[in-house]
């Protein structure tokens, strides 16, 4: 609930002072650094490197400019700067831009003060609306950003040299607290002088009126490597304004990556999303990802971002990763539905599903048509075969491989049900000790599924090896020993 006070004269008796909303996130900022409370909750991999140069800036009081690749989260931590307001503010009841009711700078809010004065009604404004974002598009104007002329105002017999014939933009509208502005060289030039006032001036001056709003406002934009862009350039003056560039970075080590995509992708059981208390999903299908599956995913992405054949300008987002999950997932929840299964656990032959999802999220550079699906495939190829390379010692292989040499053949496959690769593993007991390296680190390495995903990455990592050989005939494949 909204603190009490509804009139002006209850705020003053109430002892409430008012801040500048830099007074206002410095002061909150410092309780969180103080007290070890992290400033963005689900943000995760910048603790050393990004949180301290928005720490700093808040310290300073400064405007700010984010720049990095896409999904770097810019936006979020951007989004979460609200958190760091006050939950509660008053301001003039009625007023379009906040008003302060000690010190308002609206002609209407000016006029109200004046003729009630400490009757003049209170309003209490939540952080959540102290927010304002608008995405940076090449038909955004200044009477977007700024304000224009209500021409129905004018209609109802006010002149044009009236104030109150004004209708304000989004910037005056989000008086007293944070405007940010996504994409922000997308913005057209002669827009992005319009802000140098805001920035700088701290006001807005709206078409030929002699007004001037002293707004109250903390100005983030979000925008991508200049270098990394032909649609626009952000001019020198208004660079120059932001008090700090703070550059953003994908998650620095495999670690970190994991923990955002079990934290973004849903998953049903074992990842977010609405699933039910016991796992299950409206599919009905319990969901276990075996560790070395996302790590799979990860590495492919990670694969990707040193990938001469993938055009590193335009960056390999973290949501390649979430959403190759969610389509792996998907793919098992789809096998175990065709085959009347109740649990779903992702193997190898999923990997296949993950074109989908992986080439809307990467640009492939090549120079010769209808090479991308095989680059793809290689890429894909590179991550099963790092993380069985991580996961189960060399001196594991040699007998798995003997047990091949008599004449030893293995169907895989979406119709191999589970119960045939646990008498796979009873028949060639060679077969259980990589496999046992690759479930130490999963708690549900006793279920069936979880085997039998582990049992087609051993395989699939002997034939990337070159230690089988692998024949693929439509929907199956079969590992012989070469």
């Known amino acids: 609930m909204a603190p009490g006070p509804t009139t002006l004269g209850e705020l003053r008796a109430s002892g409430w002072m008012s801040v500048p909303v830099r007074q206002e996130l410095r002061r909150n900022a410092t309780e969180r650094i103080r007290s070890g409370r992290p400033l963005f909750d689900d943000v995760l991999g910048y603790h050393n490197t990004v949180i301290p140069q928005v720490e700093n800036a808040l310290l300073a009081g400064h405007d700010m400019i984010m720049l990095g690749e896409r999904g770097q989260a810019k936006t979020r931590m951007i989004r979460g700067l609200a958190g760091l307001l006050d939950e509660w503010m008053p301001t003039v009841a009625g007023s379009e831009i906040n008003d302060d009711p000690y010190a308002p700078v609206s002609a209407q809010a000016r006029a109200l003060v004046a003729e009630h004065g400490d009757d003049t009604p209170v309003a209490w404004v939540h952080r959540d609306d102290r927010y304002g974002e608008k995405l940076a598009t090449p038909d955004t104007s200044i009477a977007d950003l700024i304000g224009e002329v209500d021409p129905i105002k004018v209609a109802e017999g006010r002149y044009l040299s009236d104030e109150l014939t004004l209708h304000y933009g989004l910037v005056p509208r989000t008086n007293r607290g944070i405007f940010a502005i996504n994409e922000l060289p997308d913005l057209a030039e002669r827009i992005q002088v319009g802000l140098l006032n805001v920035l700088e001036e701290r006001d807005v001056q709206i078409r030929g009126y002699k007004v001037r709003l002293p707004l109250d406002v903390v100005l983030v934009a979000s925008a991508n490597p200049e270098d990394y862009t032909n649609r626009g350039r952000i001019i020198t003056p208004l660079k120059d304004r932001f008090g700090a560039q703070i550059r953003t970075h994908y998650p620095l080590d495999t670690g970190t990556e994991i923990a955002i995509v079990e934290q973004e992708a849903y998953v049903g059981s074992g990842g977010a999303g609405p699933g039910d208390d016991d796992g299950r999903d409206a599919t009905g299908v319990a969901v276990t990802v075996p560790s070395f599956m996302t790590r799979i995913v ?185």
């Open 298 to 482: 990860v590495a492919l992405t990670r694969a990707a971002r040193s990938s001469s054949h993938v055009s590193q300008r335009s960056g390999v987002s973290v949501r390649l990763s979430i959403s190759n999950t969610e389509t792996m997932v998907a793919n098992a929840v789809r096998r175990a539905l065709r085959t009347s299964s109740d649990h779903a656990v992702p193997r190898v032959t999923d990997l296949e599903a993950l074109t989908s999802s992986t080439a809307g999220k990467v640009e492939i550079e090549t120079l010769e048509e209808g090479r991308e699906a095989e680059i793809l495939e290689r890429l894909v190829n590179s991550a099963v075969l790092s993380v069985f390379k991580d996961s189960v010692p060399p001196d594991l292989h040699r007998a798995v491989v003997d047990a091949f040499e008599e004449d030893l053949v293995v169907d895989v496959g979406d119709d191999v049900a589970d119960a045939d690769y646990a008498a796979l593993l009873a028949e060639v007991p060679a077969l259980t000790a990589p496999v046992q390296a690759l479930l130490a680190d999963d708690e549900a390495a006793e279920s069936p599924a979880v085997v039998a995903s582990a049992v087609e990455l051993v395989l699939e990592g002997l034939h990337l090896s070159k230690r089988l050989n692998k024949d693929t005939q439509g929907p199956r494949a079969q590992y012989r020993a070469r």
